[in-house]
């Protein structure tokens, strides 16, 4: 133990007291002996790189480049997604692709190129490779998208696993976007990004990195086109990115750069290029349609760690039907466990749960039930003895079980790379179920140990099952959340299959959103964490993670009322919208700040209401496109550079512009409009894009603007469908899509479009379908003609 480690150890035991503090301990020292003894030391390191090129082997959809000292596979998918692997990687095994790997396109054909290179010419890409192993990705029309540059490893002399880099150039106007979750963003800085699902063990705010989600996963927006790259391999890394200069220097423009860097792992990648929606598509058809969440999960939902009661509860429920305020969830944290054991009920403080619970459903409220991964070690555990009976813990080289401390002290982790492991934990759902809950919230899954010293996870040697490959935490610990996300989606699919499953999760991985969504964890209180909270919605959803929302008035503290409200009013309009607090924190409750917040908060909370058949649509469309509800500005003309680099305003779908209030004390701010006619949907004041304007923002609502010729379906007065459709210039048409759903079920429903259209001075809004025009079947508001 050095200095360092020993004054953490102290300042551990004396903030925590003495048991906790002391495991902490205990655990730091076992995760250093157990990596000391199971991880091998890497000791001299051999370098590499391709060489030249030596011949190719044509196959379906590209073919094999042979190169002195390494092979490069090259695949053109029938999706129009472009795979390259080194070393002979394929695809597969994935944790990342839904199902098996897309079919080749026979069209793609691998054929010589100049300077003794290759080249595979696809539809919307040709891919060239140079003599020296240079791998160009350029558009039909010849303009490169990006070029990645000879890799490089370092294998250890005695054998193991070789560590490697891939440096890569982009074009001089691009940015770059994603890589998870980042609360710096959503458009990525110059700088270093690390890959490692990390817990920062207090709440964050925007440049701490990294967080919670990680993925190698970067969406790149040029003039060109807009491409998504995806790195296929779960092991730690760091991504280096220096946005290019058009011009620099001597007049030359100098290339955006990026440098991955990564542990181990294959070398393989996956690039798909188009419009930002036809690329969310294609990633969206390779690593899985968004899960669809049911209808009463659009609503608003009301989290606390610290109910600690029944009566509590039934207290915050009641204030807010006392209030005339809509509630449509409420989430029980770990104090509702029995001295926070998952899978356990606190029987002296919640006697009567499933009473409780459907009480709640009766008033149209759903019970939500923290998980976390952590099983208490502890013989007589319930979920401890039936795990170890059929061995479903992390062992450590020596083959014991990796403990870990949590909330319940010292406790054992699932593996959730076994599929024997995902069947067991899917079947403890079914306790849950009995208690009444209708949706899961998955925390600590990075997975987190509470140790005093070192990385708060389990060691690195820790061994995991990997669907029967074998090998260690290194690789596993970047899927070990994703993994747990299909446990438990799998489980409550067989115990409840005529219900649409509600998860969402904190940490995940490439794929998570086949199983639900994410939230951004503890974000700080303050304004600085708002902005953070948008930042990570917008990233996520560009990393086909569709469903997300922070804790609305930060984890940590207590929000002024102006804070709190602003929060607010921008979580009505993000996918997940709740509000949450430690038990620390100040109370979340709209009417705990006043009667002007508690007003306001009122209208957004009916304005949400208002909206959920949109949300409903726009969740549908997720689920069929991959495209998020929650779209940069650009997500419609990438090509427009003032548009790429706003990031205080937002589209929702294709319809809004919605324009959160940022900054303290203003009730005014600029927002920047894309091309087109926009209506402000409070005053319905006309503008003009492109430009940059200033509207209100009183304390009472942020700006919000439709776009000319939107059709919404919205909630009407009598809680039915209503059509609310801002009407196009004279002279123009407009259109929206509705699918109409408000079940939990698995039907789906026909994507109905609506037309609507000028005749002479008359504005007529039709239903198109495939036997023609008819009248829309329900009621239809026109605004906008002043």
Not at 142 to 163: K, S, Y
Not at 201 to 210: C, I, L, M, T, V
């Amino acid at each position: 133990m050095d200095g360092r480690d020993l004054v953490r150890s102290v300042k551990v035991v004396s903030s925590t007291g003495a048991a906790q503090g002391l495991r902490t301990v205990r655990a730091a020292w076992r995760r250093r002996r157990s990596d000391a003894v199971g991880l091998p030391s890497r000791g001299a390191e051999r370098a590499r790189v391709p060489g030249p090129v030596r011949g190719a082997e044509p196959g379906p959809g590209g073919g094999v480049i042979r190169f002195n000292r390494s092979e490069l596979r090259i695949t053109v998918a029938v999706n129009g997604a472009v795979f390259w692997g080194w070393d002979g990687a394929g695809p597969e095994p994935s944790y990342a692709l839904a199902a098996r790997c897309p079919d080749p396109d026979p069209r793609a054909v691998l054929e010589p190129d100049k300077d003794g290179g290759w080249r595979v010419v696809a539809e919307r890409v040709t891919v060239s490779v140079s003599r020296h192993g240079a791998v160009e990705v350029c558009t039909p029309g010849g303009v490169m998208l990006r070029r990645d540059l000879p890799p490089r490893w370092w294998e250890p002399v005695g054998g193991g696993t070789a560590r490697w880099m891939q440096r890569s150039e982009v074009a001089a106007d691009a940015r770059f976007f994603g890589l998870g979750g980042r609360a710096s963003g959503p458009r990525l800085r110059d700088g270093t990004y690390r890959l490692w699902n990390t817990d920062p063990g207090r709440a964050f705010a925007p440049g701490d990195d990294p967080l919670y989600l990680t993925m190698p996963v970067q969406l790149v927006v040029s003039d060109a086109a807009t491409h998504l790259v995806f790195h296929d391999t779960s092991w730690d890394g760091t991504v280096t990115l220096r946005e290019g200069e058009e011009g620099a220097g001597s007049g030359h423009d100098r290339a955006g750069r990026c440098e991955l860097r990564m542990d181990g792992g294959p070398l393989r990648c996956w690039v798909m290029a188009g419009t930002p929606a036809r690329v969310l598509h294609t990633w969206a058809s390779l690593t899985g349609a968004p899960a669809l969440p049911p209808a009463w999960a659009l609503g608003h939902h009301h989290a606390r760690w610290g109910f600690g009661s029944e009566q509590e509860v039934r207290r915050i429920v009641a204030g807010y039907q006392e209030r005339g305020l809509p509630l449509d969830a409420v989430h029980l944290d770990i104090d509702h466990y029995d001295a926070h054991q998952v899978f356990t009920v606190d029987q002296e403080r919640f006697p009567k749960l499933p009473v409780l619970a459907e009480e709640l459903r009766r008033d149209g409220i759903r019970l939500v039930s923290i998980v976390d991964p952590a099983v208490k070690a502890a013989a007589g555990n319930a979920v401890y003895d039936s795990g170890a009976a059929v061995d479903a813990f992390v062992r450590d080289a020596s083959g014991r079980a990796v403990r870990g401390v949590v909330w319940a002290g010292d406790s054992v982790y699932p593996d959730f790379t076994h599929t024997r492991v995902r069947k067991w934990w899917g079947g403890l759902y079914e306790e849950r179920l009995a208690q009444g809950f209708a949706g899961f919230w998955h925390d600590m899954n990075e997975p987190t140990s509470f140790n005093a010293f070192g990385e708060s996870t389990l060691p690195r040697s820790a061994r995991h099952s990997l669907e029967g490959r074998g090998g260690d935490h290194q690789e596993a610990h970047n899927v070990y959340a994703l993994c747990m996300a299909r446990a438990g989606y799998e489980g409550l699919r067989e115990l409840t299959p005529r219900q649409r499953p509600f998860i969402f999760s904190r940490s995940g991985w490439a794929g998570v959103q086949r199983y639900g969504g994410t939230w951004s964890g503890d974000v700080a209180t303050g304004w600085p964490g708002l902005r953070a909270s948008l930042s990570l919605v917008l990233g996520l959803g560009l990393c086909g993670v569709p469903y997300s929302g922070p804790d609305v008035g930060g984890f940590d503290g207590s929000p002024s009322p102006e804070l709190y409200l602003r929060w607010f009013q921008l979580g009505a309009y993000l996918p997940l919208f709740r509000t949450h607090a430690s038990p620390r924190a100040g109370r979340r409750e709209p009417w705990e700040f006043g009667a002007e917040v508690l007003e306001h908060a009122r209208g957004a909370l009916l304005e949400r209401r208002r909206l959920l058949p949109y949300f409903m649509t726009l969740a549908h469309l997720a689920r069929r496109t991959g495209a998020p509800y929650v779209r940069p500005l650009w997500w419609t003309a990438p090509e427009d550079r003032v548009l790429r680099d706003c990031e205080d305003a937002f589209l929702l779908g294709d319809c809004l512009l919605v324009a959160p209030v940022l900054e303290q004390g203003a009730e005014r701010r600029a927002v920047q409009l894309p091309a087109g006619r926009w209506y402000d949907t409070a005053t319905e004041q006309v503008y003009e894009g492109p430009a940059r304007v200033t509207v209100d923002a009183p304390r009472s609502r942020i700006p919000v603007l439709a776009r000319a010729g939107a059709v919404l379906p919205v909630r009407g007065d009598d809680g039915g469908l209503e059509l609310e459709v801002w009407a196009p210039g004279r002279g123009r048409t407009g259109s929206g899509l509705v699918v109409p759903d408000a079940g939990d079920g698995w039907d789906e429903p026909e994507i109905e479009q609506y037309v609507a259209r000028w005749e002479g001075r008359r504005l007529v809004v039709v239903r198109e379908g495939q036997d023609g025009a008819d009248e829309p079947p329900c009621p239809v508001r026109v605004r906008g003609l002043g």
